[in-house]
């Protein structure tokens, strides 16, 4: 086909001069931010670890080294045991004073730690855009979305606990419902939204009134140095720890221990299933996951291309593919290729390469040390089965700076085809029949979301009812994408379990759990009445709570 002829002899350039020319010059040209790393938070203390640690070294380069801007700490299993030590402390089989508070001292602690965290809103967002070079606007629009959430966190902890307020009758029992904590969670993020999607883990976990582990990011590490101080001031000792180190290091040896109750995690599905597998009862574990996924999207024969090519650009490269919502793969059927493709490779084309600090920079440098060298493989092996280079600026690299490629026709022979390669690739595969894309979503061992173009009913009906059993979301003239954080944010097979909006999250991080008295003994109403009068317990609480202002 005309349309997959390569556009620049099929050459990648390993060290490009132009992009190369894109960094900072020296040292002195550029004004980093610089914060006090090597701290982790313990039973409310803010320590140093100082046994192993290492330079937060940006992808930035200054001349020919990277812009050093914090220290990281490689924490050990001496100090994830003694954090699990102060989280069980602070549960102690429940009777601790956290998770024994009322929603009313939830909600001005959380309130509290709120307004800290918005005051240093551009602090993290500069430490952010530096440590794993996101724009300057999305790394602030991280920081925003956070708030955000960490709002409707609030709300949602209220409306449900109003909701719980009255007695159920049913069958001669009187009950109150409440959803009470879990136990000990431990959290863990991902590198490419290391403050949004660590806390869409541990704030509700936290605000359902239980104690937690927060293992930070190693890329990404740097915007949670200035929370300590507000976790340290707002929560009681032990009701939320904060480390850093490897996941081998850290969560392997706190889920071997058996203390943990609830993992919170995002990342490979392969490590999720390791952890799991090495807590000694896995069968009382809670989890909530979101991994891997191979999000595609899937051209109609009536497609409006200049749209799609618009859309599926964006959805393909933003933020540099490092998006577990990234288009992965776009299928386009063999009639549309030569209209498609030559208005995508424009698109594509067009983004702009920079320093995140560059206004309109879409493509900034990978943060992940081997990225690079991944994707070249990427390249080099589909090229190898016959696939092409279609894009003028494509597969150029310097330093940590890849440009976008797009790749086609990606086959099933290609590793491209299957594999999830989080970075700025987007393969093309073509159809012949609508039967071919839909095999592979149904055989695809991920499941998190994908798009669809068209408009024909008919034809639209098919894909989306296909995409529905298997994806947790369906996008239809539009690209993958989380948000708004209000709706469910889940995926099917090997992508999620659970969901991480704050209503369904707050729902999740605890139990239904019913005291019920038999009716017919006015002593049993009476000590029921007796218990809701005395204020003495918390379960019986039945006061209405306002959110706050």
Known sequence: MSAFKPANNDHILTDDKELRALFP???????????????????????????ATEPIATAIYAGDERVVISEFARCDKEVALEALEAAQAAWDKGRGKW????????????????????AAREEMAELLMWDICKSKKDATDEID????????????????????????????????????????????????????????????????????????????????????????????????????????????????????DYLAFIGRSSSASALIKAHPEPHRLHSLLQMDSKDCAILLEDADVELAAKQCASGAFSFNGQRCTAIKLIWVPEKRVADFVPKFVQAVDALKIGMPWDADAKITPLCEDEKPNGLKDLIEDALKHGA?????????FAKSLASPTVVGPVTKDMKLYLEEQFGPIAPIAVYKDINEPLSWIAENKYGLQSAVFGYEPTALARVVDALAMAEGRVNINSPDKRGPDVLPFTGKKNSALGMTNAKEALKLFAIPTIVATTLGDERNLSAVEGLVRSGKSNFFNQDFVFPPS
């Open 25 to 51: 010059k020296s040292r002195s040209t550029i004004k980093p931010p610089s914060f006090k790393g090597c701290q982790y938070l313990v039973h409310g203390e803010i320590k140093t670890f100082t046994k």
């Open 99 to 118: 998770p024994n508070s009322t929603i009313q001292e939830r909600v001005r602690a959380m309130h509290g730690f709120l307004q800290d965290y918005k």
């Open 145 to 260: 979305r956070t708030i955000d959430f960490i709002e409707d966190t609030i709300s949602e902890a209220v409306r449900l606990y109003n909701s719980q307020t009255n007695f159920e009758v049913s069958s001669g029992v009187a009950a109150q419902i409440r959803h009470m904590p879990v136990g000990v969670v431990l959290a863990s993020g991902p590198f490419n939204y290391p403050m949004n999607e660590c806390y869409t883990t541990f704030i509700p976990a936290l605000m359902a009134g239980n104690t937690v582990i927060l293992r930070i990011p190693r890329n990404g590490a740097s915007p949670h140095f200035p929370t300590l101080r507000m976790f340290q001031k707002h929560f009681p000792p032990g009701a939320i720890n904060v480390l850093s180190g490897s996941g081998r290091e850290i969560m392997t040896p706190l889920m071997q221990s058996g203390g943990i």
């Open 388 to 396: 092409h280079i279609l894009n003028k600026n494509g597969a150029r």
